[in-house]
């Protein structure tokens, strides 16, 4: 399994670093999202300072949805899905590489976004350790559950409308979760931000052991 | 001889259109045959059910030895497919391509450059992404990731689509040698003279189902036509000894 | 059980189920219908209004009852999502069972969401506040609708049963992340919840409340029922339809080729 996971992903890498899809697209897709939220908040400056993780992780959230449907639209462009299915891998493994790899193209964007929050929101960045480590625990839920639910939708007439409408909501607890973290981190509020941590390593263990489990299955399905 | 692919009144959906509408057919291995028939006769569900890509809802199928439906991951390792399109991943090179069936598969890396030598894919070919090239440059690239993967049953859906003289000749050649070896071939095109040229026995399929080119002993109580069909240079198990079903 | 198999047991009882209704389902109705208008005359006349909500009060024998069905049919989803899944009990009846309680469940969600914003509104003149349980309540709408949508995108009966237990099975447990997750995010922000039912509820109250059970609970066992049914019926109409359709193809063979037809095909 873990031999399949690394080809996998290695090959999905690989396929992003010639395309470039999810930097030229998703990024500043995301960008323009911070932008937006400052429209939308009317450059209010202190109302931003205190929504900035909060705005941070619906932009993470959004373009995780389009790394979700990226990494399943490559499979389908030359029916390619195919040729997985019959390709011998496990499919926990082809789930964990998939994982692994919209997760590393999020992790990356996250680096960027923290540095649009910074010069958009003036955010102060204190609380680092908290910080990172709500963000991978977080980038690994968002990533286990768009490829799990990615793949159901794959096959679908309604592909590109199914996706969203199934993952945000099981992703809610993610944004609510990273946030109150973020917030504790950056001290804007005095919860404990470390017990939102052990809620987001559930959510995360979930949904990898859940699609571990059942990806095959959810591959055939459609 | 042994059957590699035995289906009995197999019937496969899509929603609740049949695709396949009670097809029986028997392919001994080793043997070459030719599906004909009309577009949407259901010769490509009829590979798709062999290769345990699409489930029967009715009837029974065994493919190798296999229930192409309990056994979906043991089968599809052994058997290739190459559907209408060519399941490439356009940003990789040819070699990247091949390279990555082949690892999947868990074969040597060393069968990649052979493989893309054998489909006429020169050098310079191989190293650009398979988005940038010909049509029939891509359907050599997927036959290639085929051929790696040294499958004991092809089935090809319109292999010769996009191929120019020169490149078809080369693909008859491949099977007839990949037959040889003892592989099976089942393959479906439009193209006339190809069963002649294979030595294949040919198979028509009209909606949903096979109507002719049956062996004599899939016809449960009804006369045999397999012997009008037969082309020139029929399959040479007409003249061997009974077979095992 | 592969679908043929389906069939032909849907097909042995479809002389038992021509319509979703029989005789119990039609006792079970009245039932309902009758624990309704008790549950309507105590709520709205007898029972007294109370010292602190006044009126507003009488939607205790409406809102807790919907909500806690609600619950109840999206429990049964979950329950029946993993009785299919398990490999020896696995049958189309959970599935059945598994799509009828999320239908309900839905219905009754979007009644929980719709009352419980009156009542808010009523008492404390907000169509909507930020408490757990609301919270809650909404995101649990969302993925039922995901679930649903899910399930009307697959055709083939098999895949969507697997595809859609599994899909029970990791929403459930999302929801057990999200009891916690808005809980604390509730108590963090200290909103008091709005719909704590308080230890005053006696007397009349409390029997109008006891009768509101009933009589949701009648209804919502009565809607379970006939949409269990309405999948039954269903799968038999499809099973129809793929002998008529299975002819059909195979009448096209006679006139395309003029050959023999293949034997004929029984459906198991």
């Known amino acids: 399994m873990w031999r399949d996971a690394v080809l996998v992903a290695a090959k999905d890498l690989r396929i992003e670093a010639r395309a470039k899809v999810a930097l030229n697209q998703v990024v500043p897709y995301a960008l323009v999202v911070l932008l937006l939220f400052g429209f939308a908040f009317d450059q209010d400056r202190p109302l931003l300072v205190q929504a900035a993780p909060g705005l941070f992780w619906l932009a993470v959230l959004f373009s995780g949805l389009l790394a979700a449907q990226r990494s399943f639209s490559i499979e389908a462009s030359d029916a390619a899905i195919d040729g997985l299915r019959l390709s011998g891998l496990e499919p926990a493994g082809i789930f964990l590489g998939k994982a692994v790899a919209v997760g590393a193209q999020l992790v990356a964007l996250e680096v960027l976004l923290t540095g649009g929050i910074v010069v958009l929101f003036h955010t102060e960045l204190t609380g680092a350790g908290l910080l990172v480590a709500s963000a991978l625990l977080s980038t690994a839920g968002v990533a286990a559950a768009g490829v799990a639910y990615g793949a159901l939708s794959m096959g679908l007439r309604v592909r590109e409308t199914l996706l969203p409408l199934l993952l945000a909501p099981v992703l809610a607890p993610v944004v609510l979760a990273a946030t109150e973290a973020w917030r504790a981190a950056l001290r804007l509020s005095t919860g404990d931000g470390w017990r939102w941590l052990g809620l987001l390593g559930c959510f995360a263990a979930i949904y990898l052991a859940g699609g571990v489990l059942s990806f095959g299955a959810l591959m055939e399905g459609t | 001889m042994v059957l590699s692919v035995r289906l009995r009144s197999a019937v496969a959906l899509a929603g609740r259109y049949p695709l396949l509408a009670g097809a029986d057919l028997d392919v001994r291995t080793g043997e070459i045959v030719v599906l004909r028939g009309a577009n949407g006769a259901g010769k490509t569900s009829a590979l798709r059910v062999m290769a345990g890509l699409l489930p029967l809802a009715a009837g029974q199928a065994s493919v190798l030895g296999l229930d192409p439906m309990a056994d979906a991951r043991a089968l599809r390792r052994r058997v290739g497919l190459l559907g209408h399109r060519n399941g490439l991943y356009d940003d990789l090179s040819a070699e990247e391509n091949v390279y990555f069936a082949v690892r999947a598969a868990r074969l040597p890396k060393q069968a990649v450059p052979s493989a893309l030598e054998r489909l006429g894919l020169r050098e310079g070919l191989r190293t650009l992404p398979t988005g940038r090239l010909s049509a029939g440059q891509r359907r050599r690239v997927a036959l290639a990731v085929l051929l790696a993967r040294r499958p004991e049953l092809w089935l090809l859906d319109e292999p010769y689509a996009g191929l120019d003289a020169e490149h078809r000749e080369l693909l008859d050649k491949l099977l007839r040698e990949v037959t040889e070896a003892g592989a099976t071939v089942v393959l479906a095109t439009h193209e006339d003279r190809t069963a002649e040229v294979l030595a294949g026995r040919v198979v028509i399929m009209a909606a949903g189902s096979v109507v002719d080119g049956l062996l004599p002993d899939e016809a449960t109580g009804l006369p045999s036509r397999a012997a009008d069909v037969a082309q020139p240079g029929a399959c040479r198990a007409s003249l061997e000894a009974p077979f095992v079903a | ?268």
């Open chain 3, 1 to 268: 059980m592969k679908y043929t198999e389906v069939t032909s047991s849907t097909r042995a009882s479809s002389s038992a189920l021509a319509s979703s209704y029989t005789r119990a389902t039609r006792v079970l109705g009245w039932a309902a219908l009758a624990a309704l208008a008790l549950n309507t005359w105590w709520g709205l006349w007898l029972s007294p209004p109370d010292v602190v909500q006044g009126q507003f009060v009488r939607m205790l024998y409406v809102h807790p009852a919907v909500a806690t069905m609600c619950y109840a049919g999206f429990g049964i989803c979950a329950l029946g999502s993993a009785a299919w899944l398990w490999p020896r009990l696995r049958s189309p009846r959970w599935d059945r069972l598994a799509v009828a309680g999320a239908e309900v469940g839905a219905v009754f969600c979007a009644a929980t969401l719709f009352t419980g914003s009156i009542w808010g509104r009523a008492s404390w003149g907000v169509w909507w506040t930020w408490d757990a349980r609301l919270t809650l309540t909404a995101v649990l709408f969302a993925l039922s609708l995901g679930y649903l949508a899910l399930r009307r995108a697959v055709d083939n009966p098999e895949s969507r049963a697997m595809v859609s237990s599994i899909v029970a099975m990791l929403m459930a447990l999302t929801v057990v992340v999200d009891h916690y997750a808005t809980s604390w995010w509730v108590t963090l922000h200290q909103n008091t919840t709005l719909f704590k039912v308080g230890p005053t509820v006696h007397g009349w109250q409390l029997a109008t409340m006891l009768v509101s059970f009933v009589a949701f609970g009648l209804v919502f066992a009565w809607m379970v029922v006939h949409r269990y049914r309405l999948e039954v019926l269903e799968e038999q109409y499809e099973a129809v339809g793929l002998q008529s359709a299975l002819e059909a193809r195979r009448s096209e063979v006679q006139g395309l080729t003029g050959a023999r037809s293949p034997a004929e095909v029984p459906v198991r």
